[in-house]
């Protein structure tokens, strides 16, 4: 079974992972530092998605700041792209990752970024719930 990860930069590093522990598994890794939820839509053309029986995204940590209306209608689209491509391959859906401190951040700065980190992270936990509850729908695997 052929597998294609697809995201942005947080799965770049699956590969030393899966070069160590899938190695009998045939997985294809595409990193896209700072993509959004509409890139992958943009560059899957150029992959053969019709050879692959798995596909995991992992993108919308780079649209968080976005109207939660507009995370899902774009993830609807992902969505139907991948299907028109390769109607029969499963897809699987990653959550958006919650960020944590900076270790480097003193004094008045580390107080204003723990509140933006705060309010980011809420909103993560919201996004996550819709992709759920939108994978639930669609008969899709959603983990987090």
Known sequence: MRTLIIGDSIIKYLGDLIITKLSLCDVELK??????????????????????????????????????????SKF???????????PKIKLLISGLVPRG???????????????FLSSLNIKIEVINAELEQLADLQGLYFFF
Do not use: C, Q
Not at 103 to 114: E, I, L, P, Q
């Open 31 to 72: 990193s896209f530092p700072g993509i959004k939820i509409e890139g992958p839509e943009k560059k899957l053309s150029s992959f053969d998605i019709g050879s692959f029986d798995y596909i995991l995204v992992h993108v919308g940590t780079n649209n968080s700041s976005e109207l939660l209306s507009s995370i899902v």
């Open 101 to 115: 401190p900076n270790r480097f951040s003193y004094g008045f700065v580390f107080a204003a970024y723990g509140t």
């Open 76 to 86: 609807n689209r992902l969505l139907d792209t991948i299907r028109n491509l390769n």
